[in-house]
């Protein structure tokens, strides 16, 4: 944990509504500390709240990491139904383009400042305590990527294009909140990669695995 004195919002931030404090401070000390690592109160005394004002808000830590979760998400999947009406407009789309869908609106996050958040969301993904509310926050917003999915690959039964769009998307979150090490880590095999070239690779990846042979029946 960080030391008592050490400030985790800004003057500015300070200023903002309570229910915005507490979630952009425990975002952030989710993300350096783990959610597990980080108890209410300290979320509370980065914020300057209290403990009526989480409950108010929240009603618990679980309900924190919750709000959390639907924050960011809802906006991304905002981003996410742009992206498709424009492909709908368009009228013929690819697998690359399922594959912007899915990733584009987790880059755009990480590059306006949502790295914290990328990297929670991260951890929520491999703790099987947190799948319930995961699905809950993805449960409406599934139906619109697989649509288009199955527009592209139709020869895709639903439980495989459901798993294939999980991973694909598990790996643009793993690798973009993680995106500074990802690039050093492929630097340090011979290939220079920035933040574009990550995304480049991101989603030849993701493409790739959307667009495999399907093996079973």
Same mark, same amino acid.
Request: hydrophobic share 45%.
């Given at each position: 944990?960080?030391?008592?004195?050490?400030?985790?919002?800004? *003057?500015?931030?300070?200023?903002?509504? +309570?229910?915005?404090?507490?979630?952009? %401070?425990?975002?952030?000390?989710?993300?350096?500390?783990?959610i597990?690592?980080?108890?209410?109160?300290?979320?509370?005394?980065?914020?300057?709240?209290?403990? %009526?004002?989480?409950?108010?808000?929240?009603?618990?830590?679980?309900?924190?990491?919750?709000?959390?979760? @639907?924050?960011? +998400?809802?906006?991304m999947?905002?981003?996410?139904?742009?992206?498709?009406?424009?492909?709908?407009?368009?009228?013929? *789309?690819t697998v690359?383009?399922?594959?912007?869908?899915?990733?584009?609106?987790?880059?755009?996050?990480?590059?306006?400042?949502?790295?914290?958040?990328? @990297?929670?969301?991260?951890?929520?993904?491999?703790?099987?305590?947190?799948?319930?509310?995961?699905? *809950?926050?993805?449960?409406?917003?599934?139906?619109?990527?697989?649509?288009?999915?199955?527009?592209?690959?139709?020869?895709?039964? *639903?439980?495989? @294009?459901?798993?294939?769009?999980?991973?694909?998307?598990?790996?643009?979150?793993?690798?973009?909140?993680?995106?500074?090490?990802?690039?050093a880590?492929?630097?340090?095999?011979g +290939?220079?990669?920035g933040?574009?070239?990550?995304?480049? %690779?991101?989603?030849?990846?993701? +493409?790739?695995?959307?667009?495999?042979?399907?093996?079973?029946?």
């Open positions: 944990m960080p030391a008592a004195d050490a400030a985790v919002l800004s *003057a500015e931030e300070l200023g903002l509504p +309570t229910e915005q404090r507490l979630l952009l %401070a425990a975002e952030r000390l989710f993300a350096a500390h783990g597990g690592a980080v108890s209410l109160r300290s979320v509370m005394g980065a914020a300057e709240a209290n403990t %009526a004002a989480v409950h108010y808000h929240f009603g618990s830590k679980d309900g924190l990491v919750a709000a959390l979760l @639907r924050d960011r +998400t809802d906006e999947h905002r981003r996410r139904v742009e992206l498709i009406g424009r492909l709908r407009e368009r009228g013929e *789309a690359r383009d399922v594959a912007e869908v899915l990733v584009l609106p987790i880059f755009e996050t990480v590059s306006g400042g949502g790295g914290d958040y990328v @990297r929670v969301l991260g951890e929520l993904m491999t703790r099987p305590d947190a799948a319930p509310g995961l699905r *809950a926050a993805f449960a409406v917003q599934e139906a619109d990527w697989d649509g288009v999915y199955a527009d592209v690959r139709p020869d895709l039964g *639903a439980g495989v @294009r459901a798993f294939r769009i999980g991973q694909g998307i598990a790996l643009a979150v793993r690798v973009l909140g993680e995106a500074e090490g990802y690039a880590w492929v630097s340090e095999r +290939t220079e990669m933040r574009e070239g990550l995304l480049t %690779a991101v989603l030849d990846a993701v +493409t790739g695995l959307l667009d495999g042979v399907q093996s079973l029946d």
